[in-house]
């Protein structure tokens, strides 16, 4: 079945450094969600991305996706304090259909900020 | 605007215990499903609805059993629970198949000791 890998598990940073997670699916998706978690909450829809090569822009967080819809990644400029949380990646198979059941989630990756 | 409820938000259960999580939204949504999440290992879908009436398998179905009462509620039920469902349990819902967001509860932390 379909894996999406994300990478890495953990990441530290100090407040202003930049942040970058990675998700690489095992089959070519047909989109990609990715959503935050902050601690102790609950997973938060944050993008969707659909095209190939899509970037798309939120604030200080880039999300990109790849030319063969294999991969993706979320970039933060500048992280802040609020930005902590883990962000999960979460791919949807060529044909799978449009529910959530059709979603392979990424293990996610722990943002740590250091003040 | 309430979104996704779910009860209750923590739950201490022996072993051989059984228990139902109940999950409610106020959307309007058709789909609805659960997910339990442990560390390192994401979010792994239990059971969902499409819509109402229907309940299928997901990744991790085995030991729940998975009630859609009408199209606001979808509860979850462990008939015996072991040590391994400890967990954190998230009920969430969507329009419907084609929909692209998916709309969390706020979980619930479930200890089986």
């Known amino acids: 079945g379909q894996q999406v890998m994300q990478i890495p598990q953990y990441q530290h940073v100090q407040e202003g450094e930049d942040f970058t997670t990675y998700c690489n699916s095992s089959?070519?998706?047909?989109?990609i969600q990715w959503y935050k978690q902050r601690p102790g909450g609950h997973p938060v829809f944050l993008i969707q991305?659909?095209?190939?090569?899509e970037v798309k822009k939120q604030k200080r967080l880039t999300f990109q996706f790849g030319e063969a819809k294999k991969n993706s990644s979320l970039h933060i400029t500048a992280t802040q304090t609020t930005d902590v949380g883990t962000y999960f990646c979460?791919?949807?198979?060529?044909?799978?259909?449009?529910?959530?059941?059709?979603?392979?989630f990424g293990k996610g990756t722990h943002l740590i900020i250091q003040p | 605007n309430a979104g996704v409820t779910q009860t209750p938000k923590f739950q201490v259960l022996k072993t051989g215990q059984s228990m139902t999580l109940q999950c409610a939204q106020d959307?309007?949504?058709?789909?609805m499903y659960w997910y339990r999440q442990d560390p390192g290992m994401g979010l792994r879908l239990i059971y969902y609805?499409?819509?109402?009436?229907?309940?299928d398998k997901g990744e991790v179905p085995n030991g729940y059993n998975v009630s859609r009462l009408n199209k606001r509620e979808f509860s979850l039920r462990l008939e015996s629970a072991a040590p391994s469902q400890t967990s954190v349990y998230f009920c969430?819902?969507?329009?419907?198949?084609?929909?692209?967001?998916?709309?969390f509860g706020e979980g619930s932390w479930l200890t089986v000791v």
């Open positions: 991305l659909v095209k190939s090569g």
């Open positions: 979460a791919g949807r198979e060529i044909g799978s259909g449009g529910g959530a059941d059709g979603l392979t």
């Open positions: 089959t070519t998706l047909s989109n």
């Open positions: 969430a819902s969507s329009e419907g198949r084609a929909a692209n967001t998916i709309y």
């Open positions: 609805s499409a819509s109402e009436g229907t309940t």
């Open positions: 959307m309007n949504h058709n789909s």
